[in-house]
Nanobody, 123 residues
Framework: QVQLVESGGGLVQAGDSLKLSCAASGRTASSYAMGWFRQAPGKEREFLCATIKSGLSTYCSDSAKGRFTISRDNAKNTIDLQMDSLKPEDTAVYHC????????????????WGQGTQVTVSS
């Protein structure tokens, strides 16, 4: 099992950048593919980006490409989400997730989830 804790959320203005981090504990992060999701009030959860176990390949949704970048540091058991040019519609709770299978993160439903961190973007 792995436990995930997100940090770095907050209140920012439109156009700002923000970097979220997710710390993994328990089983080492390198055992899992990991990713980021978000859920805005009244909306379904949305996949953003994922990275394979080694971190050598990453995948992002069309809505995340160009503004969001995922990275991981297996030595520190962390993954990050760098978000640039933030917009008010990026306001949501951001969650990191982990699964042994990348497919479950990108396509279906990963097993392990963090509690989330709130990001609020003001106009």
């Amino acid at each position: 099992q792995v436990q995930l804790v997100e940090s770095g959320g907050g209140l920012v203005q439109a156009g700002d950048s923000l970097k979220l981090s997710c710390a993994a504990s328990g089983r080492t992060a390198s055992s899992y593919a990991m990713g980021w999701f978000r859920q805005a009030p009244g909306k379904e959860r949305e996949f953003l980006c994922a990275t394979i176990k080694s971190g050598l390949s990453t995948y992002c949704s069309d809505s995340a490409k160009g503004r969001f970048t995922i990275s991981r540091d297996n030595a520190k058991n962390t993954i990050d989400l760098q978000m640039d040019s933030l917009k008010p519609e990026d306001t949501a709770v951001y969650h990191c997730a982990a699964d042994e299978e990348l497919h479950n993160i990108v396509v279906t439903n990963p097993i392990y989830w963090g509690q989330g961190t709130q990001v609020t973007v003001s106009s």
